[in-house]
């Protein structure tokens, strides 16, 4: 009888072994391509897209979660009226998606820590300019408190003209709007995703994509973060508060707070502090550390 139920016990533990190897590091996912406005203080609303998980446009595009050493089978469906384009950048080249057509992309990422910009490399920048830049990121949920900042620079006359299917000149590119996944500071303080509220010796890791043109430098007022990972790797392992990010690189910051408090994170470029030359706001928000 004992030989009987350890043979069923081994089955059983063998059983659940073979369903997580084939099924259980498996994440599906769908995203749509929306068609949008992206809309701030000031009146502004402006022509924008965004990869959302939904057929409902929201700003801020859709970030992906997988857990280390998982598969991602990804399906992205073109909500727009116009073809685009999908790649992952520094993972999977460019296929395109016709008006209401779909594609399914199957990825098995490994067990690092890091990030990937996934975006609309068709017409470039225009389309990831305009909204169509999004990220995939490699985190241990369970063990830290992650963040999520999408970078991005905007000139209100280049996307209204893009929306209405002119060309522009990017030599003239002079962006007077600054969002962190889509939003400006203040209002970017209702984003959970990216507004960092967080305990004292917690371990903080913040994933930063930077899906517009320009480069950021991002600056922390109380703390030095540690560069987990970075596309541009002769940043890995520094510690240091400011970072300056080129545009279409990723970064994985850890911050492990010793003191309570309310802190400023800007980009040290003050003009990304702006909205149309106000200041505060663009590229901002104030980390709020408890007890
Ligand atoms: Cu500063």
Known sequence: MRKIYIAFCAAVVCNILFYNTLFGNTVNKTI??????????????????AFNDSKDFVVNSSIINLQ?????????????????????KDIDGKATINPKDSIIRTIVFGDELKNYIFFD????????????????????????????????????????????GKGVDWTNFNP????????????????????????IHDTIHIYIANTGLGIHAIHF????????????????DTSKDSFPIKSMETMLLEMIPDKIGEYTVHDHNLIATTTLLRHPSGMMQIMKILP
């Open 68 to 88: 280390p050493s998982q598969k991602l089978v990804l399906k992205v469906i073109n909500n727009d009226t116009v073809a685009h384009q999908f790649a992952i």
């Open 121 to 164: 490399p068709s017409m470039f920048p225009t389309n990831v300019y305009m909204g169509l830049g999004g990220m995939i990121c490699i985190s241990k949920s369970k063990n830290n408190k992650n963040f999520f900042w999408n970078l991005k620079e905007h000139q209100l006359e280049f996307n209204n003209a893009i929306g209405r």
């Open 176 to 199: 007077d709007l600054f969002t962190i996944n889509g939003f400006t500071f203040p209002f970017n303080i209702d984003d959970t995703s990216a507004n960092v509220i967080a305990n």
């Open 221 to 236: 007022h109380g703390f030095h973060c540690r560069v987990i990972w970075a596309s541009n790797a002769r940043l890995i």
């Open 32 to 49: 749509y391509i929306n068609r949008g406005k992206l809309e701030t203080f000031l009146k502004i609303s402006i022509p924008y897209l």
